[in-house]
């Protein structure tokens, strides 16, 4: 049973433009969502995160986004550069325990 | 300022055999949670130490424990080694903060490659 899905394997995005990444979730009782950047050979980076008291949370180039009525959330990187080119996942939170999903390779090209 | 540091990189180990990695927390973290990352799939839970205990645990077997020592340091320990058990280990660190949330800090993680 997964309960944190990202149901998109890659995405490509030209330089500049923005990156759109999305993730759904099923557990109600999640409270803190989280992405993380993951480049090959290291561990993953914290990024950004939202509660799910919020529905919106920014910083510089990064954005996440949260519906709770649809449990969905996306996270918007603008604009794109090539070194954000990575593994993205997302990652729900109960009682301080994550849930990641998949990971979206997200590639930027110049 | 050291982030969350764990030893070793690699490892290779054989079937039945028993393995011990360890993780240093990120400064002023006094919480330490251990994931296990297989080939394409994003990190699985497998418990968390706080105040040298275990706090609370994943869907894992008993063939997986753990330890926190005083210093908040922290060791994952497997034992009968099993094919399925190679995978990417990784630790994470934060702060047991009960009036708000705290993102965890991952370490760079140890390859178990069994034969």
Known sequence: DQQVKQNSPSLSVQEGRISILNCDYTNSMFDYFLWYKK?????????????SIKDKNEDGRFTVFLNKS????????????????????????????????????????? | DAGVTQSPTHLIKTRGQQVT??????????????????????????FQYYEEEERQRGNFPDRFSGHQFPNYSSELNVNALLLG????????SSTLDRGSNQPQHFGDGTRLSIL
């Not at chain 2, 927390?25 to 699985?44: E, F, N, R």
């Not at chain 2, 058990?85 to 994470?92: T, V």
Request: include cysteine; aromatic fraction near 12%; proline fraction near 8%.
């Open chain 1, 39 to 51: 480049y090959p050979a290291e561990g993953p980076t914290f990024l950004i995160s939202i509660s």
């Open chain 1, 70 to 110: 649809a449990k969905h959330l996306s996270l918007h990187i603008v604009p794109s550069q090539p070194g954000d080119s990575a593994v993205y996942f997302c990652a729900a939170s109960v009682t301080d325990k994550l849930i990641f999903g998949t990971g979206t390779r997200l590639q930027v090209f110049p």
């Open chain 2, 21 to 46: 990695l360890r993780c240093s927390p990120k400064s002023g973290h006094d919480t330490v949670s251990w994931y296990q990352q297989a080939l394409g799939q994003g990190p699985q839970f497998i």
């Open chain 2, 85 to 92: 058990d190679s995978a990417l280990y990784l630790c994470a």
